[in-house]
């Protein structure tokens, strides 16, 4: 059973691997999503995009590993706050229904739990954050 679970650790960061790919192969798609309020949207995709590369990569090598996703777990809630929640009250930039976004914000509520998780269970390398 052990062996069973202990994939949830390489699922869950490769699960990540798809979002890097979107920011990279649909920068338009992502671009529109940046709030109107932070300029260069191109700019805010492709660093996110680099960010989560990081998170992967740092669980992968097992480096700063547990500071990686709590800073995922807040980049998540970022999201949900300034993306989604706006989305599902006053309409998405992206045309979605309000109910797609609140979908949206409880999908972004399970990552940033796994995040949490993943950082109190798999993460090793406490330096900063313990």
């Known amino acids: 059973m ?15 691997l798809i979002y890097v790919m979107l920011h990279f192969a649909l920068a338009d ?6 709030p109107s309020f932070l300029p260069f949207p191109y700019f805010w995709n ?15 090598v097992g480096k700063y590993d547990k500071l990686a996703a709590v800073l995922m777990a ?3 809630l970022l999201t949900a706050l300034l993306i989604h929640l706006p989305g599902a009250i006053w309409g998405s930039k992206m045309e979605l ?7 949206n914000i409880f999908r972004n509520m399970i990552a940033m739990g796994g995040a949490l998780m993943y950082a109190g269970a798999y993460a090793k390398d406490d330096r900063i954050v313990r």
């Open 29 to 34: 798609v992502g671009a529109k999503m940046v």
């Open 2 to 16: 052990k062996a069973i679970t202990g994939l949830g650790k390489w699922i869950f960061l490769f699960g990540f």
């Open 46 to 60: 492709y660093f996110t995009g680099v960010l989560i590369a990081a998170f992967i990569v740092s669980g992968l």
């Open 74 to 76: 807040f980049y998540i």
């Open 97 to 103: 229904d309000p109910s797609q976004e609140v979908v």
